[in-house]
Structures are given as structure tokens and as C-alpha cells.
């Protein structure tokens, strides 16, 4: 008997991106439809089109009625299955697209948790994901199984039973406290272990940026590590601590978070904030950049908003340019912040600059711990 590969089927997508004018631009609509576009590819779909437009103002179909036709006879013409929108939708609009493109909607949110769920590895992380995911379906259930109204049976009971929405929304909140539980004792574990390091006045480092920097990768090389390393999106969700010693005798501790990304939604943040509260507890934030993007700039910018959101902007900062053995340009000096102590440039692949990382790393622990004795005077 002959047994033949099987390849998965990937599901042909039109990708649709849209704006208001004077709030952004045509370069940024395609640079965040690019992102889109590997988003999309790592979820196993396969992008056929992208359709991008500015608006006068917001409409209730998300983009202009002559696009949803333009939409509409690309679907007709290459058998688009799936839809992808670069914004998080509303319920409402999600449901009044779908019903007038007839294909399976999609938006920014459930791409990025569908790419989170297959991400996954540890208990803590599928949790994590779990609650998004649940926290995401709860207000998309309505007019889904309104069809499948029950009614009551017997005398004096007689009228509208529970509906299957209703059932539906009860089953997903009771899943939703259960995994928050569950949650709890994890969150628990880690608070005790980072408590016993901050007594121990051990300097803490986090490695933040955005993903798909080489961050993992870095940490493998400090710490002699072998977490998952890949160059693809999101490929670390699971938050680890390991030793790093900077010298023969110093040694501190290092954590790898997860990846940021531009719109990166909300309910990710809030599902994933035991995962970040090792970015909040750090002595020092390690910001690395994929220093050979084209749009690096944007990149530490974004990163920069989110620690801002996270209540970290003025927690002291490495900026760490990775990536230069693919650089084609010079290096440059860049004008940053003032949380910013120090900028070295590596590249995590080759080994380079990682002697004068470390170095920078045992300078500015000294300056550190000399505060926090200080302050503890």
C-alpha cells in the first residue's frame, strides 16, 4: 500500500485595511496591511488581495460600499474563503459584513488569538489564551442561535424557555471564572518566586520589543538557554527566568516576554498580564529592536507606547540594535529618551556585541543596586 503526503488545505484570504484621513496615511495603511499579511500567512492562510482605503469619515461597514463591491467580485473571480480586517470589528459590523460579502469575517483580534492558540506550550499560556478567546466569543454570541429558541413545556410554563444564546453566554462567563481561578494559582507560584529574588536584592532584567526582534534568541545566547527560537511571529508566549551571570561572581536574573505588535489588542494585553508582570517587576527593560527592519524607528516607537500603557515608561531602558549582520547601512547613534541608559548594537545569530551587552548589563546593575541601597538608608 502507498501512502501519499497530505497537504493542508490553506484558506485563500482578502486582506482589507481602512482609515480615516488626517489620523494616518497611505504609507502607514500598507506598512500595517504588510503586517497583516505575515499575521495572516502564520495562521495558515494564503493572502490573494489586499484592498486598503481613506476615509472621510467612520462608516457602519467599516469601508465605503464601492470597496465591499470591489470586495465582492474579487471573491466571485479567485474563490475567496476568508476575509481578514486589519481593525478589530465590532459584532454588529462583523455580522453586516458577513452577510453582505456571504464569506466568513474576520478581524486583527481573532487572527493574532488564533496564531496565540497553536503558540501555546505551557499551562499558564493556554490559559492565557483560553480566557482571550472566551473573553473575545462572549459578546459575538448574539442573533447566532436565536433559530434555536426553546419554548417551555406543561401547564404554567408555557412561553419563551432559555434561549441557546443564553445558555451559550452562561457556559462561556462560568468558563471564564474558572480559568480566572485557575489563573490565580499560577499568578500565585510566580509573585512568591519574584517576591524571594526581590528580597534577595537580585537586579532584574526583562527582554521586551517587538516580536520577531531576535529576543528569544538573545536570551538563548546570555543564558545558555534553549527556549523556542524561530523567526516567525509571536514564537515566545510563555514567559521564562533564568540566572545570567555577569561576571564570575555577579549573577542576575533575565526574563523573555512576549512579543509586542502595532494594535495589539487590548484583551491580549489585559489575558496576559501575569506573563508582562515580569516586564512591570524589572529593574531594567531590555528593548530589543530588529535594527535591519526598515521600519525600526516605528517599531521602538510602538514598543515605547505600549510600556507607556503598562505604566513603564520611566523604568530604565537598554535599547539593544539587533540584527546587524543583515545591515546594509552604517550604524547610527539614535536620539532616545531619557530612560534610555545606554544603546549597543549585537547580532544574537553571530555573537556579536554580546561582550559589550553583558558589560552595559554590569554597569548599570551597579547602578541599580547602588540606588536601591540608597533608598533603603
Known sequence: MKLHKTKIKKEK?????????????IKKLKESLLELNNLSI???????????????KPQNTYIGL????????????????????????????????????????IDRT????????KRAQTHE??????????????PRLAGQWSHLERLGGGIGTRGPGETQIETDRRLIRGKIKRIKAGMKKVVSTRTSQRTKRMNNNIINFSLVGYTNSGKSLMFNKLVKSNILSKNQLFSTLDTTTRKIFLNEEIYSTISDTVGFINKLPTI????????????VNADILLHVVDYSAEDYNEKIETV???????????????????KIDLLQSPLEYLDLDDSYLAQIS?????????????NSLLNTSKIIENKKKYILI
Open 268 to 279: 491580549l494585553v489585559e489575558s496576559f498580564k501575569s506573563t508582562l508582570e515580569e516586564a
Open 13 to 25: 484570504a482578502l486582506l482589507v485595511a481602512c482609515a480615516i484621513k488626517g489620523k494616518s496615511s
Open 42 to 56: 502564520s495562521a495558515g492562510a494564503e493572502p490573494i488581495f489586499e484592498i486598503y482605503q481613506l476615509l472621510q
Open 346 to 358: 549585537t547580532s544574537a545569530k553571530d555573537g556579536t556585541g554580546l561582550n559589550e551587552l553583558r
Open 304 to 322: 515605547d507606547n505600549i510600556l507607556l500603557e503598562l505604566g513603564l515608561n520611566n523604568v530604565p531602558k537598554i535599547l539593544i540594535k539587533n
Open 125 to 138: 499560556g493556554k490559559l492565557q489564551v483560553e480566557l482571550a478567546q472566551s473573553e473575545y466569543l462572549l
Open 66 to 105: 464601492g470597496k465591499i463591491h470591489e470586495i465582492k467580485e474579487h471573491i466571485k473571480n479567485h474563490e475567496i474563503e476568508v476575509c481578514i480586517f486589519d481593525d478589530e470589528l465590532n459584532p454588529s459590523t462583523q455580522k453586516v459584513l458577513e452577510n453582505k460579502l456571504g464569506i466568513k469575517v
Open 110 to 117: 481573532a487572527l493574532i488569538l488564533d496564531i496565540f492558540s
